[in-house]
């Protein structure tokens, strides 16, 4: 049995057949295609807000044939102290699989070892694989010129720029590496990526191939896509007024946009706050994709549910 909660959990000889059911369920969807997950219920247990992850699991869960049911964290007894273990071992009785949004990663894998049905990382503080997988997926559209979508991603140049040591910034120096992709990122000195992550690229055999720049336009020089995030994410709140300072120099401006390649993309996870990490000129940018990247959410996650639910003894 699979689960998917670090960029590394498809290997890559798992990744073409992933991109090709994604690419698939997006042009069939609509028309019958056969149930992956027929009967089944998958529960969502979410500790934060979510607009894209939440409804992209939760329709594409029933257009596979199965049923979401939600679960917010605090509305359960996990909320009030249930261990992590138990809560997975009762929940492996009831349902087919377990998408989790939390605050600590280590929550994700402790579900992950105690439960007996596949869990999916649906945002820790640590990652944020989904969104990595349907963001290269993505590109991939644009870039492979035959079926090797996987392989048109090899050599290609991500900017991202701001809160480098958020999920994005360590799940994109995770997924740059499993997908043979440069990264450079920019960001204060005080928001460099830190040691947590570079631990986990060496457990995995992976090649530290990331530089770190406090200079903007340093990172976007040749890059094939400028990517960012918002500067205050989920939990981080407190901090608002002091991050917003030190990140400002940090904004995709179309000055930085226009410093990359003359065909760049322009990527963000979402939710954007425009005027904040990106200026509404890039925003309203045709190479501006990010609501192709939002529908790919959909398309991307039903094909990792519908391949770690073929990795479930029946
Ligand atoms: N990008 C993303 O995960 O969005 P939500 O927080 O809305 O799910
Ligand atoms: N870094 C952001 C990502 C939101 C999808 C956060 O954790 O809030």
Not at 16 to 35: E, I, N, V
Not at 156 to 180: E, P, Q, V, Y
Request: with cysteine; hydrophobic share 45%.
């Amino acid at each position: 049995m699979k689960h998917f909660i670090k960029e590394t959990d498809f290997k890559a000889h798992e990744l073409p057949g992933l991109f090709a059911l994604a690419q698939s369920l997006k042009k069939g969807r609509g028309r019958h295609t056969p149930p992956a997950i027929a009967g089944q219920t998958w529960a969502l247990i979410f500790a934060k807000s979510s607009t894209r992850t939440r409804v992209s699991f939760e329709v594409g869960i029933h257009e596979l044939g199965g049923n979401p049911l939600f679960l917010n964290k605090n509305d359960i007894q996990l909320g009030r102290g249930e261990s992590v273990e138990d809560t997975a071992r009762v929940l492996s009785r009831f349902v087919h699989g377990l998408i989790v949004r939390t605050f600590d990663h280590a929550e994700v894998e402790r579900l992950a070892a105690a439960g007996s049905v596949p869990v999916i990382n649906a945002l820790t503080d640590f990652l944020h694989p989904c969104q990595i997988y349907t963001d290269v997926f993505t590109m991939a559209e644009r870039w492979a010129k035959d079926s090797d979508m996987v392989g048109s991603l090899k050599g290609r140049k991500i900017a991202f720029l701001g809160d480098t040591a958020c999920n994005m910034g360590n799940s994109w120096i995770l997924g740059a590496a499993h997908f043979g992709m440069k990264l450079s990122l920019a960001g204060p000195a005080d928001f460099a990526p830190g040691p947590e992550i570079d631990a986990l690229l060496a457990k995995e055999g992976l090649p530290k191939n990331y530089q770190f720049t406090t200079d903007p336009m340093e990172a976007v020089r040749d890059a094939d896509v400028v990517y960012t995030d918002v500067w205050v994410s989920m939990g981080k709140e407190e901090e608002t007024k002091e991050r917003l300072r030190v990140m400002a120099p940090y904004c995709v401006t179309a000055k930085v946009f226009a410093a990359a390649k003359p065909d760049a993309l322009f990527m963000h996870c979402l939710p954007a706050h425009a005027g904040e990490e990106v200026e509404q000129a890039v925003l309203d940018n045709p190479r501006c994709i990010i609501f192709d990247e939002a529908e790919n959410r959909l398309h991307m996650q039903k094909a990792i549910v519908a391949m770690l639910a073929q990795t479930v003894r029946s």
